[in-house]
């Protein structure tokens, strides 16, 4: 199983990214997906996560009514689209997988190895 990042970067406050994770070697569409981050010195926390099958949806309270998570199983790729990013949203972005749904209560199946994400002030 791979999960591989993409489209992290350094942005200014207020603007806005958009994270790949590109899943393979999965049946994709039977996989609750999931983005988690670790900024410096704290511990990894969870962001957001989509389950399998009706696209349900959490958010921690942190990142609602700003980043989007969504998925595509045809292209077997899961997408967090962030909004009105702040410098505290400042850190490493993995992906994240497991059997249902990817929740703040973890049981991660599978992780991919992390976009960084910079947002300066």
């Known amino acids: 199983v791979e999960l591989v990042e993409s489209g992290g970067g350094l942005v200014q406050a207020g603007g806005s990214l958009r994270l790949s994770c590109a899943a393979s070697g999965l049946t994709f569409g039977n996989r609750g997906m999931g983005w988690f981050r670790q900024a410096p010195g704290k511990e990894r926390e969870f962001v957001a996560g989509i389950n399998r099958s009706n696209g349900l949806t959490n958010y921690a309270d942190s990142v609602k009514g700003r980043f989007t998570i969504s998925r595509d199983n045809v292209k077997n790729t899961v997408y967090l689209q962030m909004n009105s990013l702040k410098p505290e949203d400042t850190a490493v972005y993995y992906c994240?997988?497991?059997?249902?749904?990817?929740?703040?209560?973890?049981?991660?199946?599978?992780w991919g190895k992390g976009t960084l994400v910079t947002i300066s002030s």
């Open positions: 994240a997988a497991n059997q249902f749904m990817v929740t703040k209560g973890g049981g991660v199946n599978y």
